[in-house]
């Protein structure tokens, strides 16, 4: 499967690398929304959190943990954590993937 998220996660493209479990990897965003900008992305493809079944449930709560622990190691106290689904939503890169966001005040709503 030709999936960037995929390939970044099995280390065969480079990335920022800040965390990883046996079910989660965790990166810098290349192209940062904030001081830090993690992408949390569990190694299994699931192209939309719309495309999560009943079986994804511990990955999805995996991928929240992760963050968390993320976000401590980070320094942050507050942080945004955002899944974007679709394209008109957001979402460029179709491997489910939740942005841990933060180290700037953040606004409500989002744009
Ligand atoms: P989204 O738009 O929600 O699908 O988020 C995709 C994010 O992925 C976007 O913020 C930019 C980031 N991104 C795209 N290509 C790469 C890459 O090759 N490496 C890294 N580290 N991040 C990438």
């Not at 569990?42 to 991928?63: D, F, K, Q, T």
């Amino acid at each position: 499967m030709d999936c960037l998220f995929c390939k970044i996660a099995a280390g065969e493209i480079d990335s920022k690398r800040v965390y990883e479990d046996d079910r989660v990897v965790a990166f810098r965003d290349i192209n940062p929304a904030a001081p830090v900008h993690v992408l949390v992305v569990p190694r299994e493809h699931v192209s939309r959190i719309s495309e999560a079944g009943e079986e994804h449930a511990e990955l999805i709560g995996r991928l929240h943990l992760a963050a968390g622990k993320i976000a401590e190691a980070e320094g942050l106290k507050d942080y945004r954590l955002v899944i974007n689904c679709g394209e008109g939503a957001g979402q460029s890169v179709f491997h489910v993937h939740l942005h841990l966001l933060g180290g700037r005040p953040m606004s409500w709503p989002p744009g």
